[in-house]
């Protein structure tokens, strides 16, 4: 037996202890990690800071987002998944209807690297809050804290081994997603997701994807260019740009274009390192060929594809061009002017990619309209990545970010398995579920299904 698939195995039984302590039970514990993972906070996120590149504070702020959603998960679960009772509906009024949600049983967890705690956290938290145990997989390049997030676990929950983690890299992953989990909670690149998919489907394995994004910005003329171009900058070059949902693209409308592209100047940061030693190559292959095709740079420039790498800010880009239609995923911003905010939509819309997204106006009632036109699993209004931290908001991208929902009631449910239960109370006045079924009840049930549904 291989090692993961004893992990997977150890799951089960441990599963099957979790899955009978019920919500209550389950809450306290997770409660209980929560704080442990709280108190330990410095430890983390240095270790985190350690093996990513980012600082130490980014480290912390990405645990603080990280621990709201697991309080949330864990407070929720009961409500949000709990037997309740449901209209039984004309045709069975004789029936009393309930819906619980309840566990699968193991969950495969497979995160990226980029955010090693928030983002597979947005899946383990939902996930043993509803019931199932978990075995995670961390980033080949963030094994340690995967391995940190499960001794806590171990350290607050003593006993039976409900998050476990398997380490490695895409083989791994591969191995886990064969191992016969009840699903496989994914996030990373949209190539990988397409091989995951394809191997879960070896086994009719269900998959929520977490993919990457091609986030656009659109500034409208009225916005506070101020706010606007900060929270590009924080958006765009936060974190070396290494943020799924960050800012990739910005729409400006033309009138504020020179000005936005002012202020956005004034605001780069020095040289990040980065995570992984590939993605300086890709950010300047994306810079390359949007100057190749037409674009200008305005601050930064082709770097020499080594870490640290310096931000870059593109302005006219084609919007063929690498840098528009892929995931850079570095420290880059594509800032594009547009004649009106209905082309601003209209671009970001284009993309195959539909995560997020963000909208600047001063008129906030104009803005929300333009979000919600928006091809994206969610947007920001007067701000960038809003949604991150409201654990009640579900988290997940159409197209090329993948499907299926984290966080929140959806990702509680992504996680579970609905049961409806029917209870007879009492027989039929017209039973039509019946092999002997009288001739005069069916004229009778038709009749009155005319009336009701064909008037
Ligand atoms: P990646 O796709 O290279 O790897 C993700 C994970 O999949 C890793 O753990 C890797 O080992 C594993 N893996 C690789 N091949 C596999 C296979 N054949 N079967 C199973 N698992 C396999 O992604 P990455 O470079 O680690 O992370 C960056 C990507 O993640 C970006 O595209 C980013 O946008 C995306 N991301 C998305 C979200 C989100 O919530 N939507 C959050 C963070 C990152």
Redo the contacts with the bound molecule.
Sequence with gaps: MTEVQATVERARSAARWWGGLGHNGRRARLLAWKRHIARQISELAALVAEETGKSPDDAALEVMLAVEHLDWAARNAGKVLGRQRVPSGMLAANHVATLEYLPLGVIGV??????PVY?PL?SVSYALAAGNAVVL?????TPRTGAWLADAWAAAVPGEPVLQTVL???????E??RSGVDKIA????????R??MA?CAETLTPLVV????KDAMIVAADADLDAAARAAAFGGFGNAG????GVERVYVERAVYPEFLDRLSGLVPGPQLMT?PEQPSIVRAHVDDALARGGRVVVGGPSDASSPVAAVILAEVPEDSLAVTE?T?GPTLVVNPVDNVDEGIRLTNASKYG?AASVFSKDSHRATGIARRLRTGAASVNAVLGFAGVPSLP???VGD??FGR?HGADGLRELSRAQAVTRQRFAAPMDLMRLDRDPKVMRRALKLFHLRHGR
């Design positions: 497979i995160g990226p690297w980029n955010y983002t947005g997989k961390p980033s080949e390049h490695g890299d895409g083989a791994v992953g591969a886990l997603t994914f996030t990373g690149s949209a190539a990988t997701a091989k995951v191997t977490e993919g990457g994004g290494q943020t799924c949902a992984t995931e995923f995560l988290f997940g991208g970010s993948g984290i």
